[in-house]
């Protein structure tokens, strides 16, 4: 059979793009999603609380003025008013998510892992269809990573090379992704990838990587039930249950 045309190959990827653009997305896409949002709401009751402590501040701050200064009058009560819409305005337009840190070896790991889930999610919609099915797997990973490495030392050679994987280098390579033209994406490199299919390959590098180091971090708790569940069997076992 003749291989078909790249326009043929470019017209269905196209295609691959657009549905994958409307589709209600895989479940790990959509874990990652409600985690997305769960973590926004509990922005939204921080700044809740945050605005209602503030505003009975000032409410029990007039009271005492009343009661042992004096009257606030008119101008009082306008005052109080400014104050509260000032209030208001300024827990409305303080930003709902925490302003992305850079990546550093410090960086707890809590923060790295959430500050990468929270990018898969905005930028899944903006990446090829392949790519965003990599996507929904790393994001898929990532809480059980988040528990694991938040309990490992973080001195641990593997707990670094985790950290820096998901604090730097996928950050960094969908922004160097994202800043390639779109017309210029079918270009192929020297190697014959065009810019989505080394993205993609890069990106099962990533979760092959992040699903090794996860393995890895779980052989001790591996081990230690193991070893538990023979000393167990050893112990209790009935001698005469074989007979």
């Keep these: ?89 300024l827990f409305s337009v303080w930003p709902m998510e925490p302003k992305r840190i850079e990546y550093n070896e410090q960086l707890p790991a809590r923060t790295v892992v959430r500050q990468l889930d929270g990018l898969l999610v905005r930028e899944r919609a903006a990446l090829p269809a392949p790519a965003a099915r990599r996507i929904d797997a790393i994001s898929a990973q990532l809480p059980l990573l988040e528990s694991r490495l938040g309990e490992a030392d973080p001195l641990d050679p593997l707990a670094q090379d985790a950290r820096r994987l998901m604090g730097k280098h996928l950050p960094d390579l969908i922004d160097r992704y994202e800043r390639v033209p779109a017309a210029y994406r079918q270009e192929r490199d020297g190697e014959g990838l065009t810019v989505d299919e080394r993205l993609v390959k890069s990106l099962d590098a990533a979760r092959e990587a992040l699903d090794e180091i996860g393995a890895k971090l779980a052989q001790g708790d591996r081990d230690a039930f193991e070893t538990q569940g023979r000393f167990i069997e050893s112990r209790y076992k009935d001698p005469d249950a074989s007979a």
């Design 1 to 89: 059979m003749p291989p078909r045309p790249r326009s043929v190959d470019q017209a269905i990827a196209r295609f691959d793009d657009l549905v994958h653009r409307y589709e209600g997305g895989s479940a790990e896409a959509q874990a990652a999603f409600r985690r997305n949002v769960g973590r926004n709401a509990r922005a939204v009751g921080r700044r809740v609380a945050n605005m209602g402590m503030a505003i009975a501040a000032l409410v029990v701050a007039t009271i005492a003025f009343g009661l042992f200064v004096g009257p606030i009058g008119l101008n009082g009560l306008f005052l109080v008013s400014l104050a509260t819409l000032a209030i208001l305005i």
